[in-house]
């Protein structure tokens, strides 16, 4: 018996290896790509892949940490830090695969190898951050950091490590060890469920018109949009509108059906908060009870300040004083644009009393029509996606040379993905960058960049990044291209930036490139001011069908409205930067309310009955599920910082002024994390950037 025991073990161990080295070698992760620029072959990528594949990349990590600490020799920058930078590479080339195909082409299996494998990847993450043997050798290369003769890189990225190491535990004692380890882990699986929930609230709810005259007003490209929506939701003789931006706003715009706007609009309000399987109230709750439980283990005094120190506003009190001095002069702009709004309404039916959150935009469009003499169905035509993107290759070649060509035959996840050769001023590949526009159910909502590689060296050769930028545009109809409105073209201006930030970026090591939350943004943002520019509308905003570029007149209507609803569009977002501080500054002693407490915190703002914070608790995805945690002001502190930093084109006379452009591209762009980054700004600008030059942007001065 035992004998026949012992053989079953012996052709089953026999062909259990059988079968791990068969999928390896039918395991595309475990190949050297040699698709162009290494971008991954998705067509050979199958879900089967996925879960082998993480295990082979902790496997071979863990193999090489315990190399590490094994090492006899003394400690030093190259056989620690870069060692522990080089032992990844696998699990990170799964990783980046698998994470962004998560956000944008989701599917059940993708979410079920989630649900599994993340919490699997916090506590390998752990066991690494944890390790006493490893981090003492991190700590000796530290303290000889400055007599090791290093780079100014290398001594940044030690000091990286150390902190890293200590801001993940490494110097607890093994009691609150494993506490951190259950916490890591129970967060992980909770922010992946608050993320998930999200995306079906949002898929699930739909509004079908049945009757011909709920149409009113509406532009014909937005009920062609509302048609196809309900045709491919074999609703043949209805149209339907969807809470994705795209179709909801443009009936919030134009839709003179009050009923109608509420009914839309609260669906978008009330997501993931309906009190079914995919409520989000008990998982934020839990979320944010555990963050201050981590943040007290590592003595902090809670989140926000745990956070902050990593961040270039390093305190609360600061970013809350960012918050004020903004508030101030944009809660009165908002109260004078609701008395408008009011006035307006008023204008349409005399009993009208009172600006409900479904009514903003429709009376909005109807005073900016007014006043400014435009609205946005007007500026449509002359934003097809393809000027603007080509609009953007200008700007992008101007300022810096660099130019893009279009790869055809790649590799690609989803048919509507574009794929392009990045090309710099010196004719060298800089890198990939791939686009996919339209919103789809198996995406998540709003736009982003991401990457597939990182910029590195490798060997003193530069590895090429593999970029993408993924977003939610209006999707172009049968009788119709994608036309963006303003909103979308800045978002994208926006969002290639930070393309760009990753496609120039020339730092030796991986983990140098990622740079403070509060400024990432900026050189996102600082794009966005070129999409406005008279010089540069006029060579991109080009009408989709006669191709006549757009008018002097429109443009200056377009820049005499530019600080039209600004304090609407201000209040909003600074409502959820506010809610976001709040959330991550308090001391919870016990479950609550996330409605109430909501309400409680926006009243004591002073925010305004009308508007809503831009996003609520229970789908601020950003905070929950994002990576934005105590982070989401980083949008108006890097405007501070892009605000000034355009200032320094326009102070020369030229937008593309190449000296500018070159300083900017050198000291900001291409350097990542490897210096302060506020002392980034002052060696790029000269000096210390003011708040002025964001005030003036927004109409608040």
């Not at 303290?143 to 890293?164: A, F, G, H, M, V």
């Amino acid at each position: 018996m035992k004998r026949n025991l012992f053989l079953t073990i012996i052709i089953c161990s026999t062909a259990l290896s059988s079968l791990v080295a068969q999928t390896k070698s039918t395991n595309p992760f475990f190949e050297d790509w040699t698709t162009p620029y290494g971008i991954p072959p998705f067509e050979k990528i199958k879900i089967e892949h996925f879960s082998p594949a993480f295990e082979e990349g902790m496997l071979q990590q863990e193999k090489a940490i315990a190399a590490i600490i094994e090492n006899k020799e003394a400690p030093n920058f190259k056989n620690t830090i870069e060692a522990i930078e080089n032992s990844s590479e696998l699990l990170e080339k799964v990783s980046l695969v698998f994470s962004n195909l998560r956000s944008a082409n989701t599917n059940s299996d993708i979410q079920k190898i989630a649900s599994e494998i993340f919490p699997k990847l916090s506590a390998h993450s752990d066991n690494i951050n944890m390790n006493p043997k490893l981090f003492d050798r991190i700590k000796v290369v530290y303290n000889n950091r400055e007599k090791e003769k290093l780079t100014p890189e290398q001594i940044r990225l030690s000091e990286k490590y150390y902190k890293n190491f200590v801001r993940s535990g490494a110097n607890l004692n093994d009691k609150d060890k494993a506490r951190m380890k259950d916490i890591n882990s129970e967060l992980s699986k909770l922010t992946l469920l608050f993320g998930d929930n999200l995306l079906a609230e949002t898929n699930s709810f739909i509004l079908t018109i049945d009757n011909q005259n709920d149409l009113k007003d509406l532009p014909a490209s937005v009920i062609q949009a509302a048609k196809e929506e309900a045709i491919s939701r074999k609703l043949n003789d209805k149209w339907v509108f969807t809470l994705q931006k795209t179709s909801f706003i443009p009936f919030l715009q134009y839709s003179p059906n009050r009923k109608l706007r509420e009914f839309l609009y609260n669906g978008y309000l009330n997501r993931a908060n309906n009190n079914n399987e995919f409520d989000n109230k008990k998982i934020l709750v839990q979320i944010l009870m555990l963050r201050l439980e981590k943040a007290k283990l590592l003595g902090y005094e809670n989140h926000a300040t745990f956070v902050l120190e990593e961040n270039m506003a390093k305190t609360p009190n600061k970013v809350f004083d960012l918050i004020d001095k903004v508030w101030e002069p944009a809660i009165k702009k908002a109260i004078l644009e609701e008395e408008e709004l009011l006035m307006t309404a008023k204008m349409d039916n005399s009993d009208f009393d009172k600006i409900e959150l479904w009514d903003w935009w429709y009376y909005s469009e109807k005073v900016r029509k007014m006043k400014y003499k435009i609205d946005e169905e007007e500026l449509r035509p002359f934003f097809k996606l393809e000027n603007v993107r080509d609009g953007i290759f200008d700007v992008v070649k101007n300022l810096y040379g660099i130019t893009f060509k279009e790869l055809k035959n790649t590799p690609i996840y989803h048919p509507e993905v574009t794929v392009y050769e990045v090309i710099d001023e010196d004719k060298q590949v800089l890198g990939v960058l791939m686009m996919d526009f339209f919103p789809r159910a198996t995406k998540r909502g709003g736009a982003w960049c991401t990457s597939y590689r990182s910029a590195y060296y490798k060997n003193n050769k530069r590895v090429t990044p593999v970029v993408s930028i993924v977003c939610n545009f209006t999707k172009p109809t049968s009788d119709a291209t994608s036309l963006l409105n303003m909103d979308e073209v800045e978002t994208f201006f926006h969002e290639f930036g930070h393309a760009i930030h990753a496609l120039v970026s020339n730092c030796q090591y991986r983990g140098s490139t990622s740079v403070p939350r509060d400024f990432v943004e900026l050189p996102s943002q600082i794009m966005e001011h070129w999409a406005t520019e008279p010089a540069v509308l006029k060579q991109y905003a080009r009408h989709y069908k006669t191709n006549k570029p757009i008018s002097d007149e429109l443009i200056a209507k377009l820049t005499k409205s530019s600080h039209f609803n600004q304090g609407f569009g201000t209040c909003e977002f600074l409502a959820a930067a506010y809610l976001d501080m709040m959330y991550h500054t308090m001391d919870f002693k016990k479950a609550f309310d996330p409605n109430e407490l909501e309400r409680a915190i926006l009243e004591k703002k002073g925010l305004i009955s009308a508007i809503a914070p831009r996003y609520r608790s229970t789908y601020f995805q950003h905070i929950f599920a994002g990576g934005y945690s105590a982070g989401y002001y980083s949008y108006i502190w890097s405007e501070v910082l892009d605000a000034d930093a355009f200032q320094a084109f326009k102070e020369t006379g030229n937008i593309f002024n190449k000296k500018i452009a070159t300083a900017f591209r050198k000291k900001i762009l291409e350097k990542g994390n490897t210096k302060d980054p506020y002392q980034m700004y002052i060696d790029f600008r000269g000096n210390e950037p003011r708040i002025e030059p964001l005030l003036k942007n927004r109409g608040l001065l």
